[in-house]
């Protein structure tokens, strides 16, 4: 409030009108193409003006390090002279209009501003975390729930939120895995480019401008230490990395972020092979570019620029735009341009660009668009929305266990609720819930859902917010399970520990709250563990002791509700995993699209020289596509239209799945392949097709999946796309763990 208030009072005393001419300037024509508008304009503009569209500033709370904030007077002086093209963390319908108004009506050319915030999952109904969200399988639902984000921040002021995140992780360690799709890049694509579509739309006054993130391979940080070094090879990014990002341009993406991590040794916000050569050349990519927070400056940092001038001459080289939160553009273009080092042919393309998107938007005929109070007052937080979120939680819910098929529960069984964070609020909301912070939005929590759902509960903490435990809290734990029929554990980690500059080394399961499993299951009661967490965690150590276990993640809004949901069987569990489980935290990085390797296991005849860990197994504790349902599916006559593939021409893969239990249910069916032998090694699995199906209780359907040879080939270092001759294996199945195989020859 006081931000806002300071910025108002700024405004009011700084009133300054320019002369206007009676005939309306050509770039305030909206009868005019949007090309001749912005040719027009950039005649108009100084080069002060043009460096001033690179520069994004914030101004809300901080997302990243305060060092550079000059405060808000001078921010306010530099919108008014046109050195600001975008703001950040700006949010509500008076804020951002106190600060258009400035752009719009106190400087020279009144070129309006751009807002842009961090709606990552959800604005005000907070959606499941995009991990969980990816678990669904479901690319309709993941854009539904990016369009009603669109939707709610678009009435707040917003236009641009940077998301979605793609960055392709195999390491739990590292706490931004929550906001991406997981390991797969095949899934990650297809979410990538539906999380676009449902934030872009048409581009109208309902979506905001979405951004591809974090350009690239963030996600390969060194032991999943937080804006550590990368080390990838131009094939692995390819093949591991590039597709998402990929993927979301070609879904017509209209702004990019670069990541903080370097290349090839080169930071990614100056990496002219990343930014020219892929991004704008072979990708065609016409949009925006945005840094991330200070990632021009922190090129400095890294030992590859030596000052603020060298900065801005290389990450423009390499083709990066706006600038966030260092100011090197608009302090050192004006300066490059005039020294010759920087073409003004160079700035106009840039400029274009952004001035572009601002006249696509309609931000010229209306700076206002996202300025209404009413639309503010009618489109967010409403039941609508929260229903959406509560299905999207429903559906990200991952049953890994279910011994004895102790769930469902049923309605008249009494319940004992175990752990401090199924009665918080706070613990299973973070990381990123946007404008949700006030008490009005709060997530449902477990306790709360329970209770709604008209269950026999009672609470007992456990453990406190600390994870610590006392002989009292134990106590009483056992004491409400000794009552109950069966207990339920909320177990794992707050969201707090969720997120960006939340790396842990240690990605597991409390002491104190195996400690509480261990004294629970003297009790002799079936022990169900719901486990909150925004990664997967090693679960190894809990799992002995739950008959089963419900990984809930973070669902954001209706928290609770979907927990209950799926707990009483009204929706049946069909999530499957989109990261795998470890088995131990010395085994990550451990993902199921890994290589062979030249001694995979003793049946190759190679005794026991092979690849293997001496203490613990080498699979994960659950692999990757894998997840229960309170019904079983039987795969059977799994077949290849031929067994042939020729260039040009397609096979069908089908398989009949069966619903062989009491309930009806969804299957998420999948579609693997290993190419046996290549030029360049392959996988032994690539997912390449999925197919979410509903069955009844009996019922079977068939699943075909089309093979070609654009599905089959794989990318050499320079992105092309390629596939020699030879055997392809192609499997289905419900788990990457778990498949029918058949073999193709490719001719
Ligand atoms: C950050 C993040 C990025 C975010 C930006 C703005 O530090 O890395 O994802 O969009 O700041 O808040």
Not at 431 to 448: G, H, R, S
Request: a neutral charge; charged letters at 20%.
């Amino acid at each position: 409030m006081k931000k806002v208030a300071a910025f108002f009072l700024f405004y009011l005393s700084a009133q300054v009108t320019f002369s206007q001419s009676n005939t309306t300037p050509a770039y305030k024509n909206s009868k005019l193409p949007v090309a001749t508008r912005v040719a027009h304009l950039l005649s108009l503009m100084t080069v002060e003006e043009k460096a001033g569209q690179l520069n994004q500033v914030n101004g809300g709370a901080f997302t990243g390090p305060a060092a550079n904030d000059p405060g808000q007077q001078a921010k306010m002086k530099m919108i008014q002279a046109g050195k600001v093209g975008s703001m950040l963390n700006v949010t509500g319908v008076a804020e951002t209009k106190v600060l258009q108004t400035i752009a719009v009506e106190q400087s020279r050319l009144g070129i309006p501003l751009l807002f842009a915030y961090d709606v990552i999952h959800g604005y005000k109904t907070i959606f499941p975390i995009p991990l969980a969200d990816a678990c669904a399988w479901d690319p309709e639902l993941s854009r539904q729930a990016a369009a009603i984000a669109a939707k709610e921040a678009s009435a707040e002021g917003l236009h641009w939120t940077f998301a979605p995140m793609m960055d392709i992780s195999r390491d739990p360690r590292w706490g931004r895995v929550m906001e991406g799709a997981g390991e797969d890049p095949f899934l990650g694509a297809q979410i990538a480019a539906a999380r676009v579509k449902g934030f872009q739309g048409n581009f109208g006054e309902e979506n905001v401008l979405a951004t591809v993130k974090h350009f690239a391979v963030y996600g390969a940080v060194e032991a999943g230490r937080e804006y550590n070094h990368v080390n990838v090879d131009r094939y692995t990014a390819w093949n591991v990395h590039l597709p998402p990002y990929k993927a979301a341009v070609q879904a017509g993406a209209a702004t990019l972020m670069n990541s903080f991590n370097v290349f090839e040794a080169v930071p990614a916000s100056a990496n002219k092979y990343l930014v020219t050569d892929v991004l704008k050349k072979q990708w065609g990519f016409k949009g925006i570019l945005v840094s991330d927070w200070n990632s021009f400056g922190e090129t400095m940092t890294h030992g590859y620029a030596a000052d603020s001038a060298d900065v801005a001459l290389k990450v423009f080289d390499a083709g990066s735009m706006i600038d966030m939160e260092t100011r090197v553009m608009v302090s050192q273009i004006p300066g490059l341009v005039k020294k010759g080092k920087i073409s003004m042919q160079a700035l106009n393309e840039a400029v274009a660009r952004i001035l572009s998107i601002k006249f696509k938007i309609g931000l010229f005929d209306d700076p206002y668009r996202n300025c209404n109070p009413e639309r503010q007052a009618q489109h967010v937080f409403t039941p609508a929305h929260r229903e959406l979120s509560r299905k999207a939680g429903q559906r990200s819910i991952v049953l890994l266990k279910n011994n004895e098929q102790v769930l469902p529960l049923q309605s008249q069984q009494k319940i004992a609720l175990v752990g401090y964070l199924a009665a918080s609020t706070d613990d299973v909301f973070d990381f990123w819930v946007a404008a949700a912070k006030a008490p009005a939005y709060n997530p449902v929590t477990v306790q709360e859902g329970l209770k709604h759902a008209g269950a026999n509960v009672v609470f007992a903490k456990g453990f406190d917010e600390n994870n610590r435990t006392t002989q009292a809290l134990t106590a009483e734990a056992v004491a409400a399970a000794a009552q109950a029929d069966v207990v339920l554990v909320n177990i794992g980690l707050s969201g707090k520990l969720a997120g960006e500059d939340r790396s842990l080394a240690q990605p597991e399961i409390p002491d104190a709250q195996i400690e509480i499993l261990k004294a629970l299951r003297q009790t002799g009661k079936k022990i169900v563990a719901l486990v909150s967490a925004g990664r997967p965690l090693v679960l190894t150590k809990a799992e002995p002791y739950c008959d089963a276990i419900v990984y809930t993640w973070i669902l954001g809004t209706e928290h609770g509700h979907a927990v209950a949901d799926v707990l009483f069987g009204r929706y049946n569990p069909s999530a499957k995993t989109v990261m795998s489980f470890p088995y131990a935290v010395g085994q990550i990085p451990v993902y199921y699209n890994h290589m062979n390797t030249s001694r995979p296991d003793p049946t190759d005849g190679m005794g026991n020289w092979y690849s293997r860990y001496r203490d613990i197994p080498n699979e994960p504790l659950y692999a990757f596509g894998y997840g229960l349902s309170y019904t079983s599916f039987a795969y059977s006559q799994f077949s290849l239209s031929s067994q042939q593939l020729k260039k040009g021409q397609q096979v069908k893969a089908t398989v009949t799945i069966t619903n062989t239990g009491k309930v009806a249910g969804e299957e998420i069916v999948q579609l693997y392949i290993r190419d046996m032998v290549a030029n360049r090694i392959r996988p032994v699995a690539e997912l390449k097709g999925f197919q979410k199906i509903a069955l009844q209780p009996g019922e079977s359907k068939k699943v075909s999946f089309a093979i070609d040879a654009a599905l089959l080939s794989y990318y050499n270092e320079l992105g092309q796309l390629q596939l020699e001759p030879g055997e392809i294996k192609i499997s289905v199945g419900g788990s990457s763990d778990k498949l029918l195989s058949a073999m193709l020859q490719y001719e």
